[in-house]
């Protein structure tokens, strides 16, 4: 979400017990490696052309392909360094008074909410490998991410992008992101989710694409993604951002992970990823969580 978390000064025994649980932390991902390694290949070598789809990703991911990051994605981390670096004002008052996310925040802070460099490429080649004709997206923000799907999109030679967002602010300087970037596959809802989604998806095509990136709390993650397959075109994948952002998103992942209508279904710990198949498959594959794909 847009609220970043608020920190206080920490006292030297709260700084040293943060430094233990990182310690712990880190040694924990450390010790993953071997599992994640076996998870990679159990998703290559499952019989489903979905898993090894997920596995090809996720090796372009890691290779952070070369070809992939010349031209448009290129040109996007420009756009991202420029807004980083803007000191001015989001809200300038022009399009009615601030709201609390928005207000005193300067483009720059409200940059640090788009998704970094690598989980923003893993949209762009989910996009590229399974070229979705409707993708929806729940949290624009300054349009980074939006602008990997969309270069995505246009690379495919078909398919939109509708993205909603609850400020008109975030939403202007999105729209200039795109305009520079000559991205017209994009439409905009500004309000906020619970009143703009529903009403928006009775007049789009059907969903076949869904990333879920903002609003991360339980109830509301599992009413949209109920949304999207109800609105939803036979195949369906749904990416939820942040899923152990909070107690809340854990829960909310542990229930989308056991969702029978989600035949596989990809944790990478930060991003969790479920997709529905046009067809009866034997078995569902819930793959354990991989810790060290953004690593
Ligand atoms: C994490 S940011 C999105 C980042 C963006 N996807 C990117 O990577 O460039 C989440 C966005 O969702 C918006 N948002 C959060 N809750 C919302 C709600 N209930 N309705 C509409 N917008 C909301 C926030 O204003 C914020 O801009």
């Not at 392909?65 to 989001?90: C, F, K």
Request: glycine share 6%; aromatic share 8%; hydrophobic share 45%.
């Amino acid at each position: 979400m847009g609220a970043s978390r608020q920190s206080f000064p920490l006292t030297p025994k709260q700084k040293s017990m943060a430094n233990v649980r990182s310690l712990v932390r880190r040694s924990y991902r450390l010790s993953m490696l071997p599992r994640d390694w076996l998870i990679r290949q159990a998703l290559a070598w499952v019989e489903a052309p979905e898993a090894r789809r997920f596995a090809s990703v996720l090796e372009l991911l890691e290779r952070r392909d070369a070809r992939e990051q010349t031209g448009a994605i290129a040109a996007i981390e420009q756009e991202r360094r420029r807004l980083a670096s803007n000191t001015d004002l989001l809200a300038d008052g022009s399009l009615g008074e601030a709201g609390i996310y928005d207000a005193k925040m300067s483009i720059a802070d409200a940059c640090k909410a788009s998704k970094p460099a690598s989980p923003a490429l893993l949209m762009h080649l989910l996009v590229r490998e399974f070229a979705p004709k409707q993708l929806v997206e729940l949290g624009t923000n300054l349009g980074i991410s939006s602008a990997y799907e969309a270069t995505a999109l246009r690379a495919n030679g078909f398919g939109a992008l509708a993205t909603f967002e609850s400020s008109p602010y975030r939403l202007r300087v999105a729209k200039q992101v795109h305009t520079g970037l000559d991205l017209n596959n994009i439409s905009y809802f500004q309000g906020l989710f619970s009143e703009t989604l529903a009403v928006a998806l009775k007049d789009l095509p059907p969903v076949d694409f869904a990333f879920i990136d903002g609003h991360h709390q339980y109830q509301p993650t599992l009413d949209y993604c109920e949304l999207m397959l109800r609105h939803a075109a036979p195949e369906l994948i749904v990416v939820f951002d942040d899923i152990r952002w909070s107690d809340g998103m854990k829960r909310a992942w542990r229930v989308l992970k056991k969702d029978a209508r989600f035949q596989f279904v990809v944790d990478l710990h930060g991003v969790g990823i479920c997709m529905r198949v046009p067809r009866t498959v034997a078995r569902r594959y819930v793959f354990p969580a991989l810790h060290h794909t953004f690593s």
